[in-house]
């Protein structure tokens, strides 16, 4: 917005709702205001990029002498802390235990997934009942239950997260069977466009001979 249309405003805003005593003083007030700011958004909008780090300088000779410059750090290996949180490099899911929780489902690993799953969540079912009951008829108890729920939740998304490998390996076979398919889909339709061609040849060789 110019300047100029910014002090008509700021000048009809005090005009209306200042005091009659106090106009003058408002308005003088409220065009230093605009004036400031205006001078604030044009050094905003000249102002130039900070100037790069000062670590550039060690890499000045890097194209004329590779070994000049520092050596990039090497990479991290195992657990390491990123914003407050624990993570590490080891793509491995942590059990149950590591993580504090109970597990509701039997070690090992020969577990069946499918079974575990529907019996995780019956009890869901059962344990939301037990809450809807509790909530009516004794309310103070309703953490206890939360809790049951937490924790049957924690066990399902733990088995859940446990199949990521083999979804990950079924959704690479799909996408590779994908591929095939449609190679095989182009390689018939280039056979079938090659047939069209040498019959149109052969077409054209019969017109001319005729001729």
Not at 153 to 174: G, V
Request: charged share 25%; with cysteine; net charge positive.
């Amino acid at each position: 917005m110019p300047r100029d249309v910014k002090l008509q405003i700021l000048n009809k805003v005090a005009s209306r709702y200042a005091p009659r005593a106090d106009r003058s003083r408002v308005k003088r007030k409220l065009n230093n205001i605009a004036y400031s700011g205006c001078l604030f958004a044009g050094n905003m909008a000249s102002s130039t990029y900070p100037p790069p780090p000062p670590f550039y300088r060690l890499y000045k000779d890097y194209p004329d002498n590779p070994d000049s410059a520092p050596a990039p750090p090497p990479p991290i290996e195992g657990p390491y802390m990123l914003y407050g949180a624990s993570y590490t490099t080891d793509d491995m899911l942590p059990s149950l235990e590591e993580q504090g929780v109970r597990q509701l489902y039997p070690k090992g690993s020969s577990v069946d997934y499918k079974k575990e799953l529907k019996s995780l969540n019956r009890e869901l079912l059962f344990q939301m009942l037990e809450l809807a009951d509790v909530l009516v008829e004794r309310p103070s108890q309703y953490a206890r239950r939360v809790e049951d729920l937490s924790l049957i939740f924690k066990n399902m998304y733990h088995l859940l997260n446990s199949l990521r490998p083999y979804q990950a390996r079924a959704t690479l076979i799909h996408i590779l069977e994908l591929q095939i398919q449609r190679r095989k889909q182009a390689i018939e339709d280039i056979r079938k466009r090659r047939e069209e061609a040498r019959q149109l040849l052969r077409e054209s060789l019969s017109t001319l001979d005729g001729i």
